[in-house]
């Protein structure tokens, strides 16, 4: 449980961190820019995501951790992940393929996301 925990904190949350830092900006000015950001949801995905990383850690943390409840959070956990991808390379990046170059995306989002 504690490895899964630190798999999701690991990678999954500094990953989220960056794509709010470098990517969704981006993604919201292609989109038109608007009073609502055209990333709200799923900005409020990666809150979900870290709400229910640290239900995970409370519940690998506790005085008789329940593998069943474990896993039934964790797997419900991943298949958010799973859609919350799938909205990412199915809706915005193809935002970015239609607004900019290969080489304008590297220098807009590729090198900030792999500096964040
Ligand atoms: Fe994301």
Excluded at 22 to 36: I, T
Aim: with cysteine.
């Amino acid at each position: 449980m504690e490895k899964a925990v630190g798999f999701f904190r690991g990678h999954i949350a500094p990953h989220a961190a960056a794509e709010e830092e470098a990517l969704y900006p981006v993604v919201d000015r292609c989109a038109g820019g608007g009073g609502e950001p055209f990333t709200a949801s799923m900005r409020h995905e990666h809150r979900i995501v870290r709400r229910w990383v640290a239900a995970l850690a409370r519940e690998a943390r506790g005085r008789a951790p329940g593998a069943r409840a474990f896993v039934r959070k964790a797997d419900a956990l991943l298949g958010l992940i799973e859609a919350h991808f799938e909205c990412e390379e199915e809706v915005l990046l193809p935002i970015l393929d239609d607004s900019m170059t290969a080489r304008e995306f590297e220098r807009q989002v590729g090198l900030r996301m792999r500096r964040a």
